[in-house]
């Protein structure tokens, strides 16, 4: 189980999370939701301690992050697999290169057991026979793709998704929702999914929680959000723009 309690979080004087709070249950898909530059990534990556909290605790089965040396995080890491926003690949390496390169580091595998996951990653997310590929020579939905594929190779307990489908085209985002369904339903992972896709979000959400002004507003199953009382969640989930918002000078998102 993973808890955020009471989470604050200010750059440069700007608060952008505030007392926001939210559990993961074992084996869920908790998909977050809410406008561009509400905190969606700011809060996934406090999960993993990639940020620190200026207030607030990250519970993850019990263990205060805040509690943990270097070495500790690092080892707690290990447990998660992490789908950045920008897919975050190195560009010097090769495509199987990126996919292994915990496996080289962590995983008690021969270089053949390497190959074989590689290609079993590569696989399930559309990739089959790139390894060889450089990012570069990738669209930015094929390396968001290599970079689904590099968090999952170390079959990892909880995988965080920043915007698995953002940029894919609807085909190909289908079947990175249906591998997401299916690490959950088999394998019982953990996800956690930021995303402002909502045909996304239904396929693949147990709950859904929406951000809103540093705040997590509401927690529901995908039918309780559709059906939301919140203007706000109703709003935001219906593409509709807030005239509120318009009026404070914001943008839709
Ligand atoms: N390392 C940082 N230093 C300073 N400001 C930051 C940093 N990281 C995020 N921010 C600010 O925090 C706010 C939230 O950013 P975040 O990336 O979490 O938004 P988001 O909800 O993920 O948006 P999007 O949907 O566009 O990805 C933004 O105003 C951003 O400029
Ligand atoms: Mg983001």
Redesign the pocket.
Known sequence: MIELINLRKR??GKP?LDQASLTIRDGETMVII?R???????LLRHIIGLIRPDAGQVLVDGQDLAALDKKQLAELRLKFGMLF?GAALFDSLTVEENVAFALLEHARMTPAQIDARVAECLRMVGLAGSQKMKPAELSGGMRKRVGLARAIAMKPKTVLYD?PTTGIDPVMADVINDLIVKLSEQLGVTGIA?T?DMVSAYKIADRIAMLHEGKIIEVGTPDQIRNSSNPLVRNFVEGRADEALLRKGGHPG
């Open positions: 750059f440069n952008v809410g561009s530059g509400e905190g969606k990534t700011v926003q915007e930021v402002h």
